[in-house]
Nanobody, 122 residues
Framework: QVQLVESGGGWVQAGGSLRLSCAASGRTLSMFSMGWFRQAPGKERKFVAGITQSGVSVTYVDSVKGRFTISRDNGKNTVYLQMDSLKPEDTAVYYC???????????????WGQGTQVTVSS
């Protein structure tokens, strides 16, 4: 069993930055590829970014490419999502998730965090 806890969300003005963290406990995070997802009010949860177990390979949804950076520190059992040049449309609850497979939009994820709210004002 893996417990995932997100932190770092909050309120920011458009153009600002936030860094989300996802801390894992229960198992070594290096066993998992990790994904970040987000869910805006009234919309489905959507894939944002993914990173392989080693961190060598990353993937992003087009809308965040060049603005968001996913990374991980397996020694700290933590995955990060650096979000720069934030836009109001980035407002959502952000979730991290762990999978034994390769992280992508269509992968089945085995564990989920509880989410952290990100609000971007114009």
């Amino acid at each position: 069993q893996v417990q995932l806890v997100e932190s770092g969300g909050g309120w920011v003005q458009a153009g600002g930055s936030l860094r989300l963290s996802c801390a894992a406990s229960g198992r070594t995070l290096s066993m998992f590829s990790m994904g970040w997802f987000r869910q805006a009010p009234g919309k489905e949860r959507k894939f944002v970014a993914g990173i392989t177990q080693s961190g060598v390979s990353v993937t992003y949804v087009d809308s965040v490419k060049g603005r968001f950076t996913i990374s991980r520190d397996n020694g700290k059992n933590t995955v990060y999502l650096q979000m720069d040049s934030l836009k109001p449309e980035d407002t959502a609850v952000y979730y991290c998730a762990a999978t034994y497979a390769t992280a992508s939009a269509s992968t089945r994820y085995d564990y989920w965090g509880q989410g952290t709210q990100v609000t971007v004002s114009s």
